[in-house]
């Protein structure tokens, strides 16, 4: 059973629906036992670094999604936010460490329109099974810089800025835009982690 993780943010709603229409069994959930016990874990996210880790640790979920991805080995799909979290800080929120299941940062753009908002075009890596070149849509003013370049799955450009879009390393898939919000490119995005 696939869990989508419910800390109360992200775009829950929307993950279901493209679940839905792809006939994928799922449920939406913050227990500790499904999460430990799912075939796949989707972890969907919008909003704020700090905010979205001192949540995790506040229900008693930041350690079970390190366990569930590094111990267990469950496939994870981070989406946004669920990108940033795996790395060990932001400068959204320097005080707080991320989940630093991955080695890393998150830099926040400096160019001039932030957020980045609307269709942007992804160029994939060698390190790819589940993308191709297309756009997809973005909502983000951060971007994850990995200490593990060979990680990265796709990169994208915003203001002359390349940045790495998407990851990959065993288990592991999260990308910095939002599939569920990317039409025929989200679906089959969706279609081959799903199948994998």
Avoid: R
């Avoid at 075009?121 to 993308?131: E, Q, R, S």
């Avoid at 390393?169 to 910095?176: G, L």
């Amino acid at each position: 059973m696939i869990v989508i993780t419910d800390y109360g943010a992200g775009n829950l709603k929307s993950i279901a629906n493209i679940l839905d229409m792809l006939n994928a069994e799922y449920k939406i959930s913050s227990e500790q036992e499904d999460i430990l016990s799912a075939s796949a874990i989707i972890f969907p996210g919008q909003g704020h670094f700090g905010q979205a880790v001192n949540k995790l640790n506040e229900i008693g979920l930041k350690n079970t999604i390190i366990e569930a991805v590094n111990i267990k080995k469950i496939k994870f799909l981070g989406i946004c936010l669920g990108l940033q979290i795996l790395f060990e800080k932001s400068e959204e929120a320097p005080e707080v460490k991320g989940l630093s299941i991955l080695k890393g940062e998150v830099k926040k753009f400096t160019c001039n329109k932030i957020p980045q908002i609307g269709w942007n075009n992804i160029t994939v890596t060698g390190n790819n099974t589940y993308l191709s070149n297309d756009y997809y849509y973005f909502v983000n003013s951060f971007y994850v810089i990995p200490d593990d370049n060979t990680i990265i799955s796709s990169k994208c450009n915003y203001s002359g800025i390349d940045f790495c879009s998407s990851i990959q390393k065993n288990n592991i898939t999260a990308v910095q835009f939002h599939p569920e919000k990317s039409s025929e490119a989200g679906i089959k995005f969706f279609q081959k982690w799903l199948e994998s």
